[in-house]
């Protein structure tokens, strides 16, 4: 099945096609009802369903037979190594692979697999058999109707030929072989398939190797790899040649061409018996034209540097099949003629398209999913060997990277000959620092200072590299990656190389917690760009939530276009897709939190071990009965983690740290007066968690403490303001939703009014309000979480039963039976009373929160000038 529905008009003269035909072009087929969703669109969700099924079936067989076979393999050839051993028996599903699709697409004999078994069994050695359809696969044999692939998949391989295999195995692939692999199967799933294939593959080999791995999470997973949808390869593979198709059509002068007219279109031979055609001078520009223009797109370098199962090669493929068919139609409407010796569809796999990847089997894999997309029955299958290659895209030094040291222009000469590639398109790895190998990252930062700063993620290195060293001038860049270099501060070096050194034409950013990968829940975005300085209006653009795996253009929305200059300047060199008149209206305000406050990370130096005259305590933190029993209790002082730390109250803890040796300003700063708040904020919409300490709590690392630049101000005033509605709604807006750590360049940042001439008082009172609501409101909540604990014998509870006040009491008792405990009638009776009572109290309260609240996000909406339509956009 394709992604649409194709009518040729002859096959309406029949009854069952034209109702069909009038059908889904209905009105309500297409569009669908307030109630009910267009036909169409169901049409679409059910085959996505169906084929979500098939992928899943398929691949739970597909991996058991893989195991199998490597089982069988090993058993058999003990002799052989075992990573030798796992890279041929995929070789070989590869090569069954391969046989299967070529069957059900008519490109070689029917039942042919079958039929190989059943003259194996006769000699009772299955796979010599196999091996022999696979060389007759490889040289071509008339006699059996096989014609000849050639192509590396099915080349002579000592090894693999040499290896002992039972009957067995392939009794266990003739399962497989009973798909439809012309339509059940379509590239998508294939692509799915192969790229787990190789997650499985790695962690295979990991386990035989005795190394760790984590069996829930595959390697390529941990490593940032994803299979990229085919939606999203379109969008980016189409964009990217697209606009070097244009500017080549520009180049070549076809701006310029003289309009052709009726007698230019006249057909003129040079004699009666010439079939030499005779060209008026505009047509003969049109002709020059069009020739030159196919050549240059023939000779297009497009490259996937970390191409994984070739998902965006294939799209490449495609899409340049289709242009040059185009182009071919073009000249011959031109010219009356074709050429007949080309073969478009080699020239293409060996002169366009280049990938490379860290893994072997990827590589293979790439290779495999290309064989399959170009496969045909009167032709060879391309050499790939010197287009598709393995090695490390980022590391050409062989001490870091080894034998997967991987130099580009010696790979690739004659790309890098004529200056590079045209366009590099990808979904590169998404690696942050501390998964990077110490040695790998020690040459990335040394290689690739002129945009490392702080932190790194290996997506970063693939664009910066993209842009410097792998395209030609005026090349183009599409990729697929995280969205954190928006406005993270570790990426602002590579971002003012973006704006200052290229032209970006577009970013797409997918919605907050909208993953177009199954397998990670991480915020993306697409970038294209062009490698030319240019002072470029870039579109920020953000896809809506009901983007559909067909029609990424389609669910674009909130189109905003902004200088790159702007972008650096006024927008403080942050990339933000979600400007609007609340943003620019806070960030008119010249004054910062910084100018008044000053953020600093909770206390790093925490002891992990202590001595006490000749007494070593092999730790530094205690609860308060330890502190008393060891005698330190006056060196100590209550410490605060992120998690205990909530708007306007922290919890009651029992945890107690050394804090003897703690510096002098430090402890300063843990002292004084302070606003303490969470410093790991995760995905949660309200970004600021904060309240206050007056009672000199020391704050751990995963926490931030404020402290008052001039000590007469009043720590409360800030606080309001800082736990405001407005002030999450900035910081979503300005640093990104996925942003999860509040720090202190973002923080003081933050935009503040001018505050001398502002009646503080109020805001204070109300600081004051919600600070004893709050600790009113916990101090209930936990009496009656220590009666639920002592009276049931609870070690700890569920995170409704802390907020057991937001429950009925029906649910209440549901939440108990959860930790098995079962009330007879008679202690429900007593209970509901009980809970009741506590919960009439408990609400009173967290209303009157919710209401002081509230009252305090219209303060600082007013503080602000925000209008009541910008109030409500905040609000919503």
């Known amino acids: 099945m394709t992604e649409y529905q194709v009518f040729f008009l002859e096959k309406l003269k029949d009854d069952l096609e034209f109702k069909k035909f009038i059908y889904i072009l209905s009105f309500y087929a297409l569009v669908g009802t307030e109630k009910k969703k267009a036909k ?192 999203i390869t379109k969008y980016i593979v189409e964009n990217s040649i697209k606009n070097w198709l244009d500017d080549k059509r520009k180049e070549l002068g076809e701006d310029k061409l003289p309009e052709l007219t009726e007698k230019d279109f ?150 890098f000959e004529n200056g590079g590639f045209d366009v590099v398109v990808g979904n590169p790895p998404y690696v942050s620092t501390k998964q990077i190998p110490v040695n790998d990252r020690n040459y990335y930062w040394d290689k690739y200072k002129e945009i490392l700063f702080s932190e790194m993620d290996l997506y970063e290195i693939f664009i910066y590299k993209s842009i410097n060293e792998f395209l030609k001038n005026k090349g183009y860049l599409g990729f697929i990656t995280r969205d954190s270099y928006f406005t993270n501060t570790s990426f602002e070096l590579l971002r003012k190389y973006l704006l200052e050194k290229t032209k970006i034409i577009e970013i797409i950013d997918f919605p907050y917690r909208f993953y177009p990968f199954k397998e990670v829940n991480t915020e993306t975005a697409i970038l294209i760009l062009n490698k030319k300085i240019d002072k470029n209006f870039v579109n920020l653009r953000v896809s809506n939530r009901n983007v559909n795996n067909l029609y990424l253009k389609e669910s674009l929305k909130n189109n905003i276009q902004l200088s790159q200059e702007e972008i650096l300047m006024k927008y403080n060199n942050k990339i933000i897709v979600n400007i609007n008149s609340i943003l620019n209206k806070l960030l008119k305000n010249s004054l910062r939190f910084g100018d008044y406050l000053e953020l600093h990370k909770g206390w790093m130096s925490i002891p992990k071990k202590i001595k006490i005259g000749l007494t070593e305590i092999e730790k530094g ?175 700890k509870i569920s995170t409704k039963l802390q907020n057991w006040y937001l429950l009925n009491f029906d649910k209440f008792i549901k939440e108990l039976s959860k930790v098995k405990v079962k009330l007879n009638l008679s202690q429900k009776a007593d209970w509901e009373d009980y809970f009741i009572a506590e919960k009439s109290k408990a609400e009173t309260l967290n209303n009157e929160i919710t209401k002081t609240d509230k009252e305090i996000d219209g303060m600082v909406y007013e503080l602000y000038g925000l209008s009541e339509e910008e109030v409500k956009v905040v609000e919503s």
């Open 621 to 795: 933190i205690f609860t308060k009965e330890e502190a008393i029993k060891n005698n330190i209790i006056n060196n100590c002082s209550e410490y605060l983690e992120g998690r205990d730390i909530h708007r306007y109250f922290t919890d009651k803890v029992n945890k107690y740290v050394y804090i003897k040796n703690i510096d002098k300003t430090t402890k300063e700063w843990h002292f004084s007066p302070k606003i303490i708040l969470q410093r790991i904020v995760g995905q949660n919409r309200n970004k600021i968690f904060a309240t206050i300490d007056l009672n000199q709590k020391i704050i751990f690392p995963n926490a931030n403490l404020v402290n008052l630049k001039n000590k007469k101000d009043d720590v409360r005033f800030y606080l309001t303001i800082l736990n405001s509605r407005l002030i999450s709604y900035f910081y979503n807006l300005y640093y990104g939703e996925s942003n999860t750590n509040l720090t202190k360049i973002a923080f003081e940042n933050i935009p503040l009014v001018n505050i001398e001439n502002i009646n503080q008082q109020s805001f204070i009172e109300k600081a004051n309000k919600m600070l004893s609501l709050n600790k009113e409101l916990q101090e209930i909540s936990q009496k009656f979480q220590r009666m639920i604990m002592r009276e049931f014998s609870l070690e």
């Open 40 to 231: 169409t669109i169901e049409l679409s969700e059910e085959y996505q369903k169906n084929q979500s099924e098939i992928e899943k079936k398929f691949y739970n067989e597909y991996k058991a037979i893989r195991l199998h076979i490597f089982e069988n393999m090993r058993k058999n050839n003990p002799a052989v190594n075992e990573n030798t051993i796992i890279e041929k028996v995929q070789k070989l599903l590869d090569r069954f692979l391969f046989i299967c699709f070529c069957e059900d697409k008519g490109l070689l004999p029917n039942n042919i697999f079958h039929k190989t078994l059943e003259k194996g069994k006769k000699i009772e050695n299955i796979f010599e058999i196999f091996s022999s359809l696979c060389r007759w696969i490889d040289i071509g044999n008339s006699r059996e109707n096989i014609p000849r692939f050639n192509g590396g998949l099915f080349k002579n391989d000592d090894i693999l030929d040499g290896l002992y295999v039972d009957n067995e195995v392939f009794e266990e692939m003739k399962k497989i072989s009973e798909y439809d692999f012309d339509s059940e199967l379509n590239e998508n799933i294939l692509g799915h398939i192969f790229e787990q294939s190789i997650s499985d593959i790695e962690d295979l080999k990991k386990e035989l190797n005795g190394e760790e791995f984590d069996k829930k999470k595959g390697k390529r997973k941990k490593d940032g790899i994803f299979y990229t949808p085919k939606y």
């Open 266 to 415: 006249e057909i003129k031979y040079s004699s009666k018996k010439s079939d030499e055609r005779i060209y008026s001078k505009n047509y003969k520009k049109h002709i020059e034209f069009w020739t030159k223009y196919r050549e240059a797109v023939k000779n297009i370098k497009i490259v996937d540097p970390a191409c994984g199962s070739g998902a965006f090669l294939i799209t490449a493929f495609e899409y340049l099949l289709n242009y040059n068919n185009y182009l071919n139609d073009k000249i011959f409407d031109l010219t009356g003629t074709k050429d007949l010796f080309s073969d478009t569809t080699k020239e293409i796999l060996q002169n366009n398209i280049f990938g490379v990847d860290l893994n072997k089997e990827s590589v293979e894999i790439t290779k495999l999913s290309l064989w399959l997309k170009t496969a045909d029955k009167n032709k060879t299958l391309a050499t790939l060997e010197n287009n598709i290659k393995c090695g490390n895209s980022l590391i050409d030094d062989i001490e870091i990277a080894g034998e997967l040291a991987f130099n580009w222009e010696k790979e690739f000469p004659q790309v």
